[in-house]
């Protein structure tokens, strides 16, 4: 199961984030912190996955992708495939450059609303239910005529 999908800059500055467990805002605030320390110290020519047992609790890992000045993070328990995961951010990506032509930092921050229903057309519950991005684009369409 995902149980987090998050989007932060190279800052730390969260720009979504999306729990499909409740977990308060301090607690939030808190994993927010702990996970931008953990990928902001790993060189760049490290595997993208990261146990996350101190994190999020036992067999739990951070499944990254680094793109310009942007962190896609998943947070998933054992029962995922982290090379599906990390296929699946890149199916995330894609759809948001196909959404924003070029995605950047501030089309998150301004579209927020369009992210959040493209990672909702992707991910529902903390499970996988799209992983074609031209399915997730006619959908988005859609929704936003």
Known sequence: MILAALIMNTQGKPRITKFYDHVSVERQQE??????????????????????????????????????????????????????????????????DRCFKNVCELDIVYNFGKVHTILDEIVMGGQVVETSSAEVMKAVQDIWK
């Open 31 to 96: 994993i927010l912190r702990v996970v931008y320390s953990v990928l902001s110290s790993r060189s760049g020519n490290l595997c993208s996955f990261v146990e996350a047992d101190d994190i999020f609790g036992p067999d739990t890992k951070l499944v990254y992708k680094h793109f310009a000045t942007l962190y896609f993070v998943f947070v998933i328990d054992s029962a995922e495939s982290e090379l599906g995961i990390l296929d699946l951010i890149q199916v995330f990506v894609e759809t948001l």
